[in-house]
C-alpha cells in the first residue's frame, strides 16, 4: 500500500536514524537558544528577542526528531515557525538552519515531483515577511530563495547518487546471479549429460545382448544402476552447493576420481587410455574440477558422436600449466562443425580460469580437444 502523501515510507527508518535525527534537533535546539538570544544584541531595526522568539526556534529544531519520518509534515511546521519568527520581526538567527535541514530531507528522501512542490510552497510561505516588513523588499528574494534552492539542490543530488549506487549494486547482485546460474547449468549439464550417455550406451548393450547373452546383459544393467547412482549422487552434491552457504560440503570430483571415471567408460565398450606425463601433483580445487570436467565430457562427447571408438586421455603436468587432451579413432567429421552446449560450457570454464581450450576433427578420422590451464 502506498505511503499517505504527508509522510516517507517506514522502509529504512531504524531505531538509529531516530536517535541520530533526536540528537541533531537536540544540538540545533541549543544552537538555537543561544543564537537567538545572541541575534538580539545586535544593533535596532528588529524586534527584541524574547521567550516567543526562542520557544519558536525551539520548536522548529525539535520538530526535526522525526525529520526522515513525517519529512512533510516537519517541513511544515519548520516552515510555520520561521515565517512566524521572521513575520513578528525577530532578527535573521539559526532558527534559518532547521528550515535548510528540513528542506534538505524532503529532497533527499520523497518524489521529485513531491519534494519540488512542497519546497516551493516553503519558499512562498518563508517570504511572506517581506510583504509586511518595508526592510530589504523585493532583493530579499534572493537570500531567501537561496535558504531553499541551496538545501533542495544538495537533498536532490544525494538521493540521485544513491539511486544510481543502489541501481549499481542491483545489477552488479544480477550479474553475480547469472554467472552462478550459468555455472550450475554447467556441473548439471557435465553430471547429467555424462550419466545419461553412459546409461544409454549401455542399455543399448542389454537390449543387444538380452536374448543371445542373458549374462552379458546382466552385467550392462549392473553397470546401468551404478552409473545412475553415482550421477545422482554427483547430482546431489552440486544442489547442495547451491542450497548451503558456509556449511560442511561433500568434496567435488576431481583427478582422484578419474579413474572412477575411465572405468565407467570402459563398462560402456569405449576403451580409454590414461597418460600421464610429468610429476603428478595435487592442483587447486578450481583447476582439479576444470580438468576432471574436461576429462568427462570429452569422453561424453565419445560415446555419443564415435560410438565405441578407442580414446586416450593425457594430462601433462608442466611447472606452471596443466594441459588435457582427449583424442578418439572414431569416424571422420566435417572439418566445420558446430559447438554444442557442452563444448561451449568447457571452453568457458576454462576461460575462467585464464586458460585456452582448442577442438576439432582430427584428420584421417576422430576428434581432439586440447585444453590448458595456468596454474599461476
Not at 520538530?63 to 519520518?69: D, H, T
Not at 603428478?280 to 574436461?294: F, G, H, Q
Request: charged share 20%; with cysteine.
Amino acid at each position: 500500500m502506498e505511503a499517505p502523501p504527508w509522510c516517507a515510507t517506514l522502509d529504512g527508518v531504524r531505531g538509529r536514524t531516530l536517535v541520530v535525527d533526536a540528537m541533531l534537533a537536540g544540538a540545533l535546539a541549543f544552537i538555537g537558544v543561544l543564537g537567538t538570544w545572541g541575534a538580539g544584541q545586535r544593533p535596532s531595526g528588529f524586534k527584541a528577542v524574547d521567550g516567543v522568539a526562542i520557544g519558536l526556534a525551539v520548536v522548529a529544531a525539535l520538530s526535526l526528531s522525526v525529520r526522515r519520518l513525517w519529512p512533510l509534515v516537519t517541513l511544515t511546521v519548520v516552515t510555520l515557525a520561521t515565517s512566524t519568527y521572521l513575520a513578528l520581526g525577530y532578527p535573521y538567527g539559526p532558527i534559518l538552519l532547521s528550515f535548510l535541514v528540513a528542506v534538505y530531507t524532503v529532497a533527499r528522501h520523497l518524489p521529485l515531483r513531491r519534494a519540488a512542490i512542497a519546497s516551493g510552497a516553503a519558499l512562498l510561505v518563508l517570504l511572506v515577511h517581506l510583504l509586511i516588513w518595508s526592510g530589504p523588499g523585493l532583493i530579499g528574494l534572493i537570500p531567501g530563495s537561496a535558504w531553499v534552492v541551496v538545501p533542495f539542490a544538495v537533498g536532490t543530488t544525494m538521493k540521485l547518487n544513491r539511486e544510481n549506487a543502489d541501481r549499481a549494486r542491483a545489477e552488479l547482485a544480477r550479474k553475480y546471479a547469472d554467472e552462478e546460474r550459468l555455472r550450475v547449468a554447467q556441473e548439471v549439464h557435465d553430471v547429467v549429460g555424462h550419466g545419461l550417455s553412459a546409461i544409454n550406451m549401455q542399455a543399448e548393450v542389454a537390449l543387444h545382448l538380452a536374448e543371445r547373452k542373458p549374462e552379458q546383459a546382466q552385467a550392462a544393467l549392473v553397470a546401468i544402476s551404478r552409473t545412475s547412482r553415482e550421477a545422482l549422487d554427483e547430482l546431489r552434491v552440486t544442489l547442495r552447493l547451491v542450497r548451503s552457504a558456509g556449511e560442511a560440503r561433500a568434496p567435488l570430483p576431481g583427478l582422484a576420481r578419474l579413474d572412477d571415471l575411465v572405468q565407467r567408460m570402459s563398462e560402456t565398450g569405449v576403451r580409454v587410455h590414461l597418460e600421464v606425463t610429468g610429476e603428478k601433483r595435487a592442483l587447486p580445487t578450481a583447476i582439479d574440477l576444470a580438468v576432471y570436467r574436461v576429462v568427462q565430457e570429452s569422453l561424453t562427447n565419445v560415446l555419443r558422436h564415435a560410438g565405441t571408438a578407442p580414446a586416450v586421455v593425457r594430462l601433462g603436468f608442466e611447472p606452471e600449466v596443466v594441459t588435457v587432451e582427449v583424442a578418439d579413432a572414431g569416424t571422420e567429421r566435417p572439418a566445420r562443425f558446430e559447438e554444442g552446449h557442452g563444448l561451449a560450457g568447457m571452453r568457458e570454464r576454462v576461460t575462467a580460469l585464464g586458460g585456452s581450450v582448442t577442438a576439432g576433427p582430427v584428420a584421417g578420422g576422430g576428434f581432439r580437444v586440447l585444453a590448458r590451464l595456468p596454474l599461476t
